[in-house]
Every structure is written in C-alpha cells, then in structure tokens.
C-alpha cells in the first residue's frame, strides 16, 4: 500500500506518494488549485488529473493508496465552502481513506516529521501553524486583500509601490526601478497599471513572481527592496510569535521553529532579519530547517493519520 500527499499552493500544486518505511516512489507538479483563483470545479479537477498522472507515473493504481492527505489552499476560511473542500477527492478515493485541511499543515508536519513546533510557510501567500501536545493553533493567513504579510504576494506588492515611488520622485532611483522595467519591456512606466490590472487581471500567482525581482535588485544593492525583504521577514516572525503564545509555551520551554514556502528563496535578505526578530520576542526559540519538503510532509502525514486509524 502506498500514500498520498497532496500539498496545494497559490501558485503550484504538488503531489507525491511514499511506502509505509516514508521511501518517497513519485512526486509531480501542476498549477494551481486555489478554489479562489480556478473556482471549486477547477480545483477538483486539478486534484483529480494530478493524482492520476502521479499514478500512473509511479506505476500505481487508485486501490493502492491506503491514505491521502490534501493540504488545500484557503481550506477552512470559509465555512460556506467547507463540505465542498472536503468534497474535492470524492471522485478518488472513498471517504475514510483520505482527509482535507489547509495546506499549513503540510509545511509543519515537513518541518517536523509531525511532531511539536510552529511552522511558517511563506508562498505565495503565508501562515504559521503549530502543534504543542495536544493542542494547535494557526497565525494569519488571512487572504492577499488585508493580511498574507511576509508573503511572495505582499513582497511583489510592496516591490511594485517602490517602483511607482522610484518613477514618480518620491523614491530615489535603485536598481529595482530598471529591473522591473526590463523585466516587463516597459517603456512607459504608467503601463505597468495596465499589466497588473488588465493583462494580469490582479491574477495573484502572477503577481506574486514579481517578488524573484525584489530579490534580484536586493542581490544588487537596492535599498529599497532590502528593506521590504528585512521588513517581510519581522512580519513572519511576528507570525511564529502568535501561535506561540496561543499554544502557551512555558517561560524556559524550548520552541522549535521551522520555515517553508518560495519566499525564503531570498535566504538571508528574510532568514537574518526573521532569525533576529524572533530572538527579540523569545531566547528560547530554536530555528531548525525542514526535515522534508510540504508535500512529503503531506504523505507522512497521510501515513500517520493512517496508522492512528
């Protein structure tokens, strides 16, 4: 029997099955099934074709999955659409042999091979979630409108409003000003409303990848996108900070801490500032790397909701 991990994002999703000793037999990416963005019709079917195509990859069929789990974009933000999320894989495998939840679980139970820690993922959008004994608990993740501070989303955005400051004199010229403009064959800068707006249509997976050109110009001196990456990383640190207190962890416990997400591709530009910030809330925080990535999270996880059967 093997297991299935499904690990949903804003702008990837990814899919792997491992044995019952974790050896990982296939993964395979596709885009997106955030239901916000490609609707509920648009996420099942992206679920539906991607486990087939990883199954018939791995060489496996639907009756040799003992388990699965589905780690969803925005699942359970909006109660309306809960039984529907938990709907999505019904055409795929009987109901007690997989469950749904939000895609933060993954990157915790990656982080930790399930075990106690607070994680914080920081994709496209971002969220920290925890577990201590028997209780969890989740910090943001409140959508890109208001909240997903941290995130690629709100990194591209604040890269974006520099440049409109760097066009219009309020900001002096860095590099992200030319970069943005090379990127996008920009020749008249107002233009860049018309991408965003129009061409892009505000698509948030689109807009987010403007965050690679943040860190870009930080890699070449750009003040101003040091700054927005060094701020991302306090606002994700502030992320871990609630769920720790949430969770009540005692004065002198120990709190391992843990990360994930594309935003963390800009390494230390967020990782120093992220580190340091949570240094100031608490000396007891430990910072580890991933065990795994989130979707080999997502089939551990599968696998050890299924032995707790």
Request: hydrophobic share 40%; with cysteine; proline share 2%.
């Amino acid at each position: 029997m093997v297991y299935l991990g499904v690990d949903g994002g804003g702008t990837k999703t990814a899919f792997a099955l491992i044995d019952s000793a974790g050896k990982v037999l296939g993964t395979l990416e596709t885009g997106t099934c955030y239901h916000i963005e490609v609707g509920i019709d648009g996420a099942r079917n992206r679920l539906e074709k991607g486990v087939k195509a990883l199954l018939a990859k791995s060489g496996y069929s639907l009756d040799d999955i003992a388990f699965g789990f589905f780690g969803l974009p925005a699942y359970g933000e909006d109660s309306a659409l809960l039984a529907d999320m938990d709907a999505l894989p019904s055409n795929l495998l009987a109901k007690n042999k997989y469950r749904c939840d939000n895609d933060m679980v993954n990157g915790w139970a990656a982080a930790f091979n399930a075990n106690d820690g607070i994680n914080i993922v920081a994709g496209t959008g971002s969220i920290a979630y925890g577990v201590r004994q028997d209780k969890n608990a989740r910090c943001g993740g409140w959508g890109e409108l208001f909240s997903d501070e941290g995130s690629a989303y709100w990194i591209a955005c604040k890269g974006l409003l520099a440049f409109t400051r760097m066009s219009d004199g309020r900001s002096v010229k860095g590099p992200l000003y030319d970069i943005i403009k090379s990127a996008f064959n920009i020749q008249f800068d107002f233009d860049i409303t018309g991408l965003v707006l129009s061409e892009w249509a505000g698509e948030r997976s689109k807009i987010a990848q403007v965050s690679a050109l943040v860190y870009q110009a930080a890699t070449e001196g750009d003040k101003e996108a040091i700054n927005i990456l060094a701020l991302a990383g306090k606002e994700l640190a502030e992320l871990v900070d609630g769920v720790r207190r949430i969770l009540a962890y005692e004065s002198e416990e120990l709190i391992n801490v843990s990360y994930s997400g594309g935003a963390f591709n800009a390494k230390g530009f967020i990782l120093d500032a992220f580190a340091q910030s949570l240094k100031e809330y608490s000396p007891n925080y430990r910072l580890h790397t991933p065990l795994n990535t989130p979707v080999i999270g997502a089939a551990l996880y599968a696998l050890k909701l299924s032995l707790s059967r």
